[in-house]
């Protein structure tokens, strides 16, 4: 069972492009969930999902920030336009749909992407 | 709002014990983590408390207090593998996300 599968591990953008980030996650999970971690930081939440539905984008940059989790295929995270300060470690985290158990069940990290913006 | 705190940077001897602390204000509260993070590398789980008390789990041990809104993780018999970054989270009333204080380094010396 593989875990939660993150690509690309690190990516380099000019400032104006568009970086697009994918999470699959764990097989049987359901629940997404995106953080930004910068540098000598703790981890930022940004976007919880399921699949079709944004749960959760409270911690989501109003502007330039997307996500989705479609039906088919990995989750998506999707900076437009984007400039020095989203230089950062982008995590991708699942856990298992809430009849499992979600009380005791902690969130599976992937690898996270490290994206450069130049 | 959420606030967690813990100590920026510990270090400790190989072989010893040491104690990394966690103080918690959130406006609700469903659960606190404790993930260790080797640089480069993805959080990985440790341990999950949601009652008082201390949940042991090998040489790793971790301690919640919610009237006090408090939580420690013990590493004994420190090796220089626990040199990492250990990262304390709240989850969220709903459960919907976790919330990260900035982590703790801990550096294990010889």
Same mark, same amino acid.
């Given at each position: ?118 | ?45 440790? /341990? =999950?408390?949601? $009652?008082?008390? &201390?949940?042991? #789990?090998?040489?790793? +041990? ?8 408090? /939580? =420690?993780?013990? $590493?004994?018999? &420190?090796?220089? #593998?626990?040199?990492? +970054? ?25």
């Amino acid at each position: 069972n593989a875990g939660v599968m993150q690509n690309p591990r690190h990516l380099v953008r000019r400032r104006g492009q568009e970086a697009r980030l994918r999470c699959s996650p764990m097989k049987g999970h359901s629940h997404v969930y995106w953080y930004r971690q910068l540098p000598e930081e703790g981890l930022k939440f940004m976007v919880y999902l399921q699949k079709e539905n944004i749960i959760d984008e409270s911690g989501m940059p109003k502007e330039r920030f997307s996500a989705e989790f479609p039906k088919e295929g990995p989750s998506i995270l999707r900076i437009q336009q984007v400039v020095r300060g989203d230089s950062a470690a982008y995590f991708c985290a699942s856990s298992p749909p809430d009849e499992t158990g979600w009380e005791n069940t902690e969130a599976f990290f992937g690898q996270g992407t490290r994206l450069t913006v130049v | 709002g959420q606030n967690i705190d813990q100590p920026t940077e510990m270090t400790a001897t190989e072989g010893a014990i040491v104690q990394i602390n966690c103080t918690y204000q959130t406006s609700g509260f469903n659960g606190l983590f404790w993930y260790q993070q080797h640089a480069g590398e993805a959080p990985t789980f440790l /341990s =999950y408390n949601v $009652l008082d008390g &201390l949940e042991e #789990k090998g040489r790793f +041990s971790s301690f919640l207090s919610r009237s006090k809104g408090y /939580s =420690y993780l013990l $590493l004994k018999e &420190l090796q220089m #593998k626990d040199s990492a +970054s250990y990262l304390c989270a709240v989850r969220d009333l709903w459960g919907n996300k976790l919330v990260f204080g900035a982590g703790t380094i801990l550096r294990v010396k010889s």
